[in-house]
């Protein structure tokens, strides 16, 4: 078994590696194929006409915040993956929404890093079978075994989405990883292709494809659906930021970031990384929200009663 990380790597002391692994680092990873929206050039869609309406309910005024670095109070900043061989053994998850959640089982290493805080994920990713798994608030037993509000699994070689009105490891319905800013991609590729994910605080409770879930007692319209997708302003000047910050800002502008969960305004997440520079990344707060516009929305599906 190999099992790699985004601040670590450890090798058990009685794997000989013969069975094949590839890809273990998301360097060269394709994540869903190139015509998922995760992966779509939005930078010419239409403005939604509520745009107005939607960012000031995120607030005009509140700074973009990276929910991602090195380290706070002790522990890592953001939500960690793991990367796992085809010799990964799998295992069942006992789920507490288990009609949401899909069965598994799940190629957990035993030593997995968890994401710190209360939501607990668990991301995992084949890279030789290109599966994604990921779990909500989990936990691992003392006999190996591991518990988790849900979970889900995702082909990264298919478009299919979760079947409405179901969650995933994330309130959306999304996944996460596809969402995450990533050392490899922003400092050492110098280019990241795909949208981010980010939280809000307020969602009204429906959503739009690609979510299929929202997680709210609100039916206000002018609220954000689960899934909404805003990209960064094309008359926005980044010229003044790192050369690092500015492949985050070209992708908002390219690509956007999509409504994943409910959190703090404009937390854009990322995965930990002891190599992250975390006054580099401090100069995303300087960002407002009305620096953003909300990309024209498709069908809005109320989460049903």
């Given amino acids: 078994m190999v099992v790699v990380s985004t601040n670590s790597c450890q090798r058990d002391s009685d794997s000989d590696n013969s069975t094949p692994s590839r890809n273990l680092n998301t360097k060269g990873l394709q994540v869903f194929p190139l015509d998922n929206p995760w992966n779509k050039d939005i930078s010419n869609e239409p403005v939604d006409p509520n745009s107005n309406v939607l960012i000031a309910s995120i607030g005009n005024d509140v700074r973009l915040h990276p929910d991602f670095g090195t380290v706070w109070e002790g522990s890592p900043i953001g939500i960690p993956f793991n990367l796992v061989g085809s010799d990964q053994p799998k295992i069942n998850v006992t789920f507490r929404y288990a ?124 609220l954000p659906p689960m899934g909404m997708r805003v990209r960064l302003k094309a008359n926005f000047d980044i010229s003044g930021f790192s050369l690092h910050v500015q492949v985050i ?13 409910n959190g703090s305004n404009w937390y854009i997440s990322g995965a930990p990384d002891t190599r992250w520079d975390d006054d580099e990344l401090g100069q995303l707060k300087t960002i407002k929200g009305n620096n953003f516009e909300v990309v024209k929305m498709g069908t809005i599906i109320p989460m049903k009663n």
Avoid: C
Wanted: aromatic share 10%; charged share 20%.
């Fill in 99 to 222: 009609s949401d959640s899909d069965a598994g089982p799940y190629p957990i290493p035993s030593d997995a890093l968890i994401e710190a805080g209360s939501d607990k994920h668990v991301l995992v990713i084949d890279t030789f079978n290109l599966r994604l798994y990921e779990l909500f608030n989990a936990t691992r037993n003392t006999n190996n075994t591991w518990n988790a509000g849900s979970g889900a699994i995702y082909d990264l070689n298919s478009n299919q989405l979760r079947p409405d009105y179901w969650t995933s490891a994330d309130a959306a319905g999304l996944p996460i990883f596809p969402g995450l800013v990533r050392y490899e991609e922003l400092v050492e590729k110098g280019e990241i292709n795909h949208a981010l994910r980010f939280t809000v605080s307020n969602t009204q409770n429906a959503f739009i494809h690609p979510a299929t879930h929202g997680a709210s007692d609100n039916n206000d319209p002018n």
């Fill in 249 to 261: 800002l070209r992708a908002l502008k390219k690509y956007g970031m999509f409504v994943a969960d």
